[in-house]
T-cell receptor
Framework: SAVISQKPSRDICQRGTSLTIQCQVD?????MFWYRQQPGQSLTLIAT?????????ESGFVIDKFPISRPNLTFSTLTVSNMSPEDSSIYLC????????????FGEGSWLTVV | DAKTTQPTSMDCAEGRAANLPCNHS???????VYWYRQIHSQGPQYIIH???NNETNEMASLIITEDRKSSTLILPHATLRDTAVYYC???????????????FGGGTRLMVKP
């Protein structure tokens, strides 16, 4: 399996500010995904991030609010911009491995609370 | 990807087998069945996946019916640490650089009791 590290693991943010979440993988992967999990809810895909191309956003998510970078095959960032209390969620990075049957693995998540 | 239907919650006695059902009656021939679990305040953990044959690994067994319209995840000897939300997900056959994401439903909240 892939080892995925996310930073920060937890943060409390002020309304109107932006926060960048980092995702580091211990092996090169082509596909990375960012999910959001609001309190008490299931996971919702925000976007798919390929190295070297623009991220593909799901319905309801836009680049201005959730800009994503994917500078290389082991790293990605998700920024949550101009935060409001409704953005309080767990943000999860996941990767599709190019081995072991292209299984998808998840990081431990970044818990954001917006006050 | 096909939708799945799971019971909202289940209880299981510690040490007994936990059998978690999943219906995926609209599954296509090229779609796999994946199981993940999410222990409170952690990221989802991959458990197992299969196409049509039964699968077993160190965590669990996956039994898929012959018509592939349903499956059962079996935890042979449930422990308190198996208390989690279990997600059954159907996903198009993974190929290199396929980028087929996982679509999560509500899952089954399994409570293992002493």
């Amino acid at each position: 399996s892939a080892v995925i590290s996310q930073k920060p693991s937890r943060d409390i943010c002020q309304r109107g500010t932006s926060l960048t979440i980092q995702c580091q993988v211990d092996s090169q992967v082509t596909m990375m995904f960012w999910y959001r999990q609001q309190p008490g809810q299931s996971l919702t895909l925000i976007a798919t991030a390929n190295q070297g191309s623009e991220a593909t956003y799901e319905s309801g998510f836009v680049i201005d609010k959730f800009p994503i970078s994917r500078p290389n095959l082991t790293f990605s960032t998700l920024t949550v911009s101009n935060m409001s209390p409704e953005d309080s969620s767990i943000y999860l990075c996941s990767v599709e491995t190019d081995y072991s049957g292209n299984t998808i693995y998840f990081g431990e998540g970044s818990w954001l609370t917006v006050v | 990807d096909a939708k799945t239907t799971q019971p909202t919650s289940m209880d299981c006695a510690e040490g007994r087998a936990a059998n978690l059902p999943c219906n995926h009656s609209t599954i296509s021939g090229n779609e796999y069945v994946y199981w993940y679990r999410q222990i409170h305040s952690q990221g989802p953990q991959y458990i197992i996946h299969g196409l049509k044959n039964n699968e077993t690994n160190e965590m669990a067994s996956l039994i898929i019916t012959e018509d592939r319209k349903s499956s059962t995840l079996i935890l042979p000897h449930a422990t308190l640490r198996d208390t989690a939300v279990y997600y059954c997900i159907v996903r198009v056959a993974p190929t290199i650089h396929a980028g087929n994401m996982l679509t999560f439903g509500g899952g089954t909240r399994l409570m293992v009791k002493p």
